[in-house]
């Protein structure tokens, strides 16, 4: 693929580099580089979407999987959009209750995918995770927050 814009992306918990770029026929896709030590890890998780993709699950596509001066990459469908944490507070609880159920609803066809036999234990990644995302919430005020109702 011959890419001729790319625009740096930050946003997402991964260390991957990630970028939005669009190629001669204006096809934008979404350009994840991660370091090469993560080889095996990023071709394992790009097969992984392989399988969820062909569910039926709304989400990138996975396209291409390779390596690179950089580091290995993947190379996936773009979707155009909102980020949800930015917008959902603006929907009726009834909207975002519907929301919820659909979320649920593709859960459960993801989790129709056995575990890979070598899977990360949940809980570290899981707190790393809550901890990075209360750090960058810590200055909004707390009627904005999505967290409120917990």
């Known amino acids: 693929m011959n890419f001729v814009t790319k625009e740096y992306i930050n946003k997402g918990w991964s260390n991957d580099k990630k970028y939005c770029v669009t190629d001669e026929n204006g096809t ?8 090469i030590t993560q080889h095996d890890v990023k071709q394992s998780e790009f097969n992984r979407m392989k399988m969820v993709s062909a569910l039926g699950v709304p989400m990138c596509r996975p396209i291409e999987f ?7 990459y993947s190379i996936q469908s773009w979707i155009d959009g909102e980020d949800a944490e930015a917008v959902i507070c603006g929907y009726s609880d009834t909207e975002q209750y ?30 790393r995770n809550w901890i990075a995302i209360s750090k960058s919430t810590e200055s909004v005020p707390s009627s904005m927050r999505m967290d409120r109702r917990l």
């Open 28 to 35: 934008k896709y979404l350009l994840r580089i991660s370091d």
């Open 66 to 72: 390779g390596i690179c001066t950089a580091g290995v």
């Open 98 to 127: 519907a929301y919820g159920l659909e979320a649920g609803r593709i859960l459960r066809k993801i989790h129709s995918i056995p575990a890979p036999a070598k899977q990360e234990d949940w809980h570290p990644v899981f707190s």
